[in-house]
């Protein structure tokens, strides 16, 4: 699955404007800076994933690739939304980002899982919290992937996957496991994959 391109296929930019369902969606969410890009690079091995998503104009999309087979016949879509909670981003860019997650996270059937990104040091914030929400009354099923693994100490990791499950435990759309990432040293980034292939399997 991860072995082949990851083509891009579509950019949505606006509320209505998705591409025709195809096969199962896993989108990548994260607040800005996360580390989303450099992990979409790690998980599908290519450098063009990210380069695309980061053109400017292009990070307040929906961008769509295609893993495990060319456009048209790809096994799976994967799905990098807009990076959020970025200070200098205005009220009206912040109004038309929710409406835009709003629209591709309420019934688009083929969508399977999100995988919401938080910063292993910083743990969930209030604007992560958000996102959660949001899936949470989307009932969009999610699953927590920490990053910057690397970045911390043994003890350091305990404590924000207890506090991150803790923050999960009543969450009606929280798949339990929690996922703990690398970009640099590459932790973590097989279990994903595996996480990414079990769903296909399902
Ligand atoms: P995005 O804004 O979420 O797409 O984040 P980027 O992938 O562009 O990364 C933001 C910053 O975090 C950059 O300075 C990266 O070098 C750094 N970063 C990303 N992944 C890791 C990681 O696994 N470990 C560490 N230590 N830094 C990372």
């Not at 980061?54 to 048209?72: E, M, S, V």
């Not at 939304?81 to 970025?86: A, C, K, L, Q």
């Not at 200098?88 to 860019?93: C, L, N, Q, S, Y």
């Not at 629209?103 to 910063?119: E, H, N, P, Q």
Request: proline fraction near 5%; include cysteine.
């Amino acid at each position: 699955l991860f072995a082949g391109p990851c083509e891009f296929i579509f950019a949505s930019a606006k509320a209505g404007d998705l591409p025709p369902l195809g096969p199962p969606e896993i989108a990548f969410a994260g607040r800005s800076n996360v580390g989303k890009s450099s992990l979409l690079n790690a998980l599908t091995n290519r450098k063009t994933l990210a380069r695309v998503s980061h053109t400017p104009g292009r990070t307040q999309q929906l961008n769509f690739f295609a893993l495990g087979g060319a456009p048209g016949a790809e096994r799976l879509r994967l799905v990098d939304m807009p990076g959020y909670g970025y200070a200098a981003v205005g009220k009206e860019k912040v109004a038309s980002w929710g409406v835009l997650m709003r629209d591709y996270l309420r019934g688009r059937a083929s969508l399977t899982r999100v995988f919401v990104l938080i910063d292993g040091r910083r743990g969930v914030k209030p604007v992560d919290a958000e996102m959660l929400d949001l899936l949470d009354q989307s009932a969009v099923s999610y699953q927590v992937v920490l990053t910057k693994h690397d970045e911390l100490k043994a003890a350091e990791r305990e404590s924000v996957l207890a506090a991150t499950a803790e923050a999960l435990a009543k969450r009606p759309a929280a798949f339990p496991d929690i996922l703990f990432t690398s970009s640099h040293t590459g932790e973590g980034i097989a279990a994903l994959r595996g996480a990414v292939a079990k769903l296909l399997a399902e």
